[in-house]
C-alpha cells in the first residue's frame, strides 16, 4: 500500500543552506502562496490544529479571504504543526511533482528555521528537552531519584517543573533506566541470548540503531527486536553512535540535525561495509534515516548509503517471512491487540507494516488505528500545548478503546504513551497495555513473559 495521491509523492531537498531560505519577505510570500491554496482546498480540515486554525482566520476575516489576513496571525498556525507528515503523505493532490509544489511541513519547518535565526535563539526548553543523549547520561546512573522526581503524582517536583521549564504537570513522562540498552546488549552477548539460532533467515546480518528512546527510556523493546532476530537466525550487534536529532528537526535547527546526520552515518556505514542491515526501532528515527537525512544532506554519500540499507523493525520482519519465512513455534496473544499506526511510520510510505507483521500470529485478534496520536513530540509535553494534544488525540484514543483489546502498540513509544493518558480520561474504557509491536511478536514466540 503506498499513500499519495496515485504515486508516493517526491520530495525536494530543503534548501536550508541558501540566504533565500530565511529571508523574511520570500518566506512570507510562500506561506500566502500555500495558505491560498489550503484555503481553497480545506482537505486537511481534520488532521491536526494546524489547519483549523489559518481556516479560523480566514473565516474571520472581513472578506473571507486570505489577503486580509495579517502574516503576524500566521505563529499559531505553525505552532500547531507537530511536523507529523500526514497532511503531505496522505491528503495533499498538490504535492511534487504537481506544478503547486507544495510542502507544508517543510513549510512550517522552514518558518521555524527563519524565526529562530532572526531572533538569535532556538526555544529554550525544547532545546533542553531535544538533548536526549545528555539527559539519558545524566539521568541513567541515578534512575530511581529521577523517575521520582518525574512521576506525573508527584506534587512537590511537577508544579515546580511547570513553573520553571513550562512541562505541564499532567504529562506522564518516560521513564529512565540505570541499565541502558547498549548495556545489556552486552549482557545478551555474554549470555548467548543473541546468538543465532537454526532458522530460515540465517546469515542475515542486521545492525540495531539503539535510539536513545530505547537506550535510555525503553530498554525492553531493543532486548525483545534482538531475540526476535536471534529466534529467527539473524546475527544482530548493537550501534548507538548517537541521536537521530528529530527533536532538533521539529525546533527547526537544522544545522544541528545535519552535524548529527554526519556524524552518525558516518559510523553506521561502517557496519554496512561489513554486511549489516540497519535496524530502526522507533519511527521517527527510521524517517530521519531514510527520508529526511537525504533532504538536509543531499549531496552526503554516508546518508544516501545509510538510506537505502534502513529498515524499520516491522518491515525487516515482515521482509524475513516473505522472502525467507519466519521460524516455526508463534502462539496467538491472548486479549487482541490494537495497532496504532504512528504517523512517523506512515510517513516512510511502507505500508501498514507493524499490522501486517502481527496479523503473522496465529489466531490473534488484530485491529488498526491510524488517526495521530497527538503527541507530536515536546507538543505533547508543553504546557501552552499538551492541552491541544489531548483534544487532537482524543478519537484516535476512543477507537482504540472501542477494540476492547489487551494490548495497544505504537511505533511511537511517545504516541503509545500519549493514547494510554487519552484512554485514562475516557469513561468506562479499559487502558490497554503499551507495547512496540516488536514485544508482541517476543511474546507469541515465547521469548518474554
Ligand atoms: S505535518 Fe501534520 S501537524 Fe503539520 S500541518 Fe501537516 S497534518 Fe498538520
Ligand atoms: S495541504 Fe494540500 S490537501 Fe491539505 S489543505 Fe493544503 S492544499 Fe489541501
Ligand atoms: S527519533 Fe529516535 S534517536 Fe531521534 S530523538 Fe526520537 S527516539 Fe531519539
Redesign the pocket.
Known amino acids: 500500500m503506498k499513500e499519495g495521491s496515485t504515486e508516493a509523492p517526491t520530495r525536494h531537498p530543503i534548501d536550508w543552506q541558501s540566504p533565500d531560505f530565511y529571508d523574511l519577505d520570500k518566506l512570507d510570500v510562500e506561506l500566502r502562496r500555500?495558505f491560498d491554496?489550503?484555503h481553497?482546498?480545506?482537505?486537511?480540515?481534520n488532521?491536526c490544529d494546524s489547519?483549523p486554525r489559518l481556516f479560523d482566520l480566514v473565516d474571520a476575516s472581513p472578506t473571507g479571504e486570505l489577503d486580509e489576513v495579517k502574516s503576524e496571525d500566521f505563529a499559531p498556525v505553525i505552532e500547531a504543526c507537530t511536523l507529523c507528515d500526514m497532511?503531505?503523505m496522505t491528503?495533499?493532490?498538490?504535492?511534487p511533482p504537481h506544478e503547486?509544489n507544495?510542502d507544508?511541513p517543510h513549510l512550517m519547518l522552514r518558518y521555524r528555521s527563519a524565526e529562530a535565526k532572526h531572533e538569535g535563539h532556538y526555544p529554550f526548553v525544547p532545546g533542553q528537552l531535544g538533548q536526549t543523549d545528555r539527559n539519558g547520561m545524566l539521568a541513567a546512573p541515578i534512575a530511581p531519584l529521577a523517575n521520582w522526581g518525574s512521576a506525573r503524582g508527584n506534587r512537590l517536583t511537577r508544579p515546580v517543573l511547570e513553573k520553571l521549564a513550562g512541562i505541564d504537570a499532567r504529562v506522564e513522562l518516560p521513564k529512565f533506566y540505570g541499565k541502558t540498552f547498549t548495556m545489556r546488549a552486552k549482557a545478551q552477548d555474554k549470555l548467548g541470548e543473541a546468538a543465532p539460532k537454526e532458522a530460515p533467515a540465517k546469515g542475515r546480518k542486521a545492525a540495531l540503531f539503539a535510539t536513545c528512546f530505547v537506550n535510555y527510556n525503553n530498554p525492553q523493546v531493543g532486548e525483545a527486536a534482538r531475540k526476535v532476530l536471534a529466534h529467527n537466525g539473524v546475527e544482530t550487534t548493537v550501534a548507538y553512535p548517537g541521536c537521530c536529532g528529530m527533536p532538533f528537526l521539529e525546533q527547526g535547527n537544522l544545522a544541528k540535525v545535519a552535524e548529527q546526520a554526519e556524524r552518525v552515518s558516518r559510523e553506521m556505514c561502517e557496519l554496512i561495509d561489513k554486511g549489516y542491515d540497519i535496524i530502526t526501532l522507533t519511527a521517527s528515527c527510521g524517517l530521519m534515516f531514510k527520508f529526511e537525512w537525504p533532504l538536509i544532506l543531499p549531496d552526503n554519500a554516508d546518508v544516501k548509503k545509510l538510506a537505502q540499507a534502513t529498515y524499520d523493525i516491522d518491515e525487516y520482519v515482515v521482509d524475513i517471512a516473505k522472502k525467507e519465512g519466519l521460524a516455526p513455534g508463534l502462539k496467538p496473544v491472548e486479549g487482541g491487540v490494537t495497532a496504532h499506526l504512528a504517523c512517523h511510520a506512515r510517513a516512510q510510505n511502507m505500508g501498514p507494516k507493524s499490522a501486517e507483521m502481527m496479523k503473522l500470529i496465529p489466531e490473534t485478534k488484530v485491529d488498526v488505528v491510524e488517526r495521530c496520536s497527538g503527541h507530536g513530540g515536546t507538543f505533547g509535553v508543553m504546557k501552552e500545548t499538551f492541552e491541544v494534544a489531548m483534544r487532537v488525540g482524543k478519537p484516535a484514543a476512543r477507537n482504540v478503546a472501542k477494540t476492547g483489546n489487551k494490548y495497544v502498540t505504537s511505533d511511537c513509544p511517545l504516541a503509545g504513551k500519549h493514547l494510554a493518558q487519552e484512554i485514562e480520561t475516557l469513561e468506562e474504557a479499559q487502558v490497554p497495555k503499551v507495547q512496540h509491536p516488536i514485544e508482541i511478536m517476543a511474546r507469541a514466540w515465547g521469548l518474554i513473559e
Not at 481553497?40 to 480540515?45: E, I, M, Q, S, T
Not at 491528503?91 to 504535492?95: E, F
Open positions: 500555500v491554496i489550503c481553497g482546498c480545506r482537505r486537511c480540515f488532521l489547519f497532511c503531505y491528503k495533499c493532490p498538490y504535492v503547486f507544495l507544508f
